[in-house]
């Protein structure tokens, strides 16, 4: 019995010691600039091996429906985009786009039928649409996205992906990502000549805090957007990290949580702080005539708590507010806006001077029940072409 109960002991400690090992080295790496940016970007981690991404059509486009084609930042790199056309638009020219160029990486975008469409269109409309981490601008539900902003909509959509990421050139960082996506809202302004009231940021997951970031910049320089629209979105990076799950189901700084000392110093070790709570604010602050800010979040969303989007909504809407609101202040102003669905199913609507509207809606999922792949049981992923995030372009485009 001595003996059995030994090896029973030794069985459950190598059970439960394993994982907590690796728990304990994930720390540890993750403590290390070069294995954390790999951890929060997870860049590396794509389907390019077997995915041909210059084949749109791969992915139910129509032949030269969707562009592939590269954009060159200021330090230097070779952003990967798609362009993809809105099919009622294409419908009418289907014949001189489908015959105009092979399939594939364009090498000048410039000359193509597709840009000339969109340069040509003073009413043209583009989404700038911002991925989360991992995988490239084909991965997973990010192709079902693009098809439900532009399917029946007149929308054009402009997705890229980051540097590190898919076939983009060099190494993720906080500062590189905005950078990219300045560089994919000026390709919009300077080259195709679409104003920037005529562009909205759609930014999911990571992505959001790439709009938020690269929206700071276009508020800076005076460039007020038709809108911004953010799915799954997040305050700041360290204090997400604290609720995140890997896959819905790990959690990063979980088991910490409950010591606040502990936590604080885990979230210190955070070298890029991605503050999109204060860059929103700072937008809202600088807004002269026109904001449209949209923060879309699904109840069951497992990957990012909801409750990173009512910290969100708590910094925009206190920014419009001169001098800011207390605690209290801001409880009944947000009691005021809200209007509750069912638990945990809602929308805020805030307006503030000189013509802002700052709305969140909690959504009552965001993936389907019983999908084999777990990220859409999480609520996380495929909101993105649910109906309330086609609602919040389509708001923000709309005429005042």
Not at 135 to 148: F, I, K, L, P
Not at 179 to 202: G, H, R
Not at 356 to 375: N, P, Y
Request: glycine share 8%.
């Amino acid at each position: 019995m001595g003996v059995n109960g030994a090896s029973v002991g030794q069985a459950i400690g190598i059970v439960l010691g394993v994982p907590l090992g690796l728990y304990i080295l994930f720390l540890i790496l993750g403590a290390i600039p070069f294995f954390q940016r790999h951890f929060v970007y997870a860049h590396i981690f794509n389907t390019l091996l077997w995915d041909n991404v210059d084949k749109p059509e791969k992915w139910g486009f129509a032949r030269n429906q969707a562009t592939p084609f590269y954009l060159k930042t200021p330090d230097g790199q070779k952003i990967y985009a798609w362009h993809v056309l809105p099919l009622p638009l294409y419908a009418k020219h289907e014949e001189k786009i489908a015959t105009s160029r092979k399939p594939g990486v364009c090498e000048d975008v410039t000359k193509t039928e597709s840009f000339r469409l969109l340069k040509d269109d003073p009413n043209a409309k583009v989404i700038i649409y911002f991925h989360g981490n991992a995988g490239h601008v084909a991965n997973g539900w990010r192709t079902d996205t693009y098809h439900s902003l532009t399917d029946t909509t007149s929308y054009h959509v402009l997705a890229i992906d980051y540097r590190g990421f898919g076939r983009s050139s060099g190494t993720p960082t906080e500062q590189g990502l905005i950078l990219d996506a300045l560089t994919a809202v000026e390709w919009v302004m300077k080259t195709a000549q679409v104003p920037s009231n005529k562009i909205v940021l759609f930014g999911q997951s990571l992505g959001t805090a790439v709009a938020s970031g690269v929206a700071e910049l276009c508020a800076d320089d005076g460039h007020e957007l038709a809108g911004i629209v953010l799915v799954a979105g997040f305050s700041t990076l360290p204090t997400m990290l604290t609720g995140y799950r890997i896959s819905g189901y790990v959690p990063v700084f979980g088991p910490f949580q409950w010591v606040p000392l502990t936590s604080r110093g885990l979230q210190a070790l955070i070298y890029e702080k991605w503050p999109s709570g204060d860059r929103l604010s700072r937008v809202v602050k600088q807004t002269k005539s026109r904001l449209r800010l949209t923060l879309v979040h699904a109840k069951n969303d497992k990957d990012i708590p909801c409750h990173e989007s009512d910290k969100l909504f708590k910094a925009s809407v206190s920014a419009s507010v001169p001098g800011g609101l207390d605690a209290a202040e801001f409880e009944a102003l947000q009691k005021k806006a809200t209007r509750t669905w069912e638990k945990g199913v809602f929308q805020r609507v805030w307006r503030a001077e000189p013509n802002i509207v700052i709305r969140q809606e909690q959504f009552s999922h965001g993936g389907f029940l019983g999908v084999v792949h777990s990220h859409s049981r999480t609520g996380h992923n495929r909101i993105m072409k649910f109906a309330p995030a086609l609602l919040a372009i389509m708001r923000s485009f709309e005429e005042d």
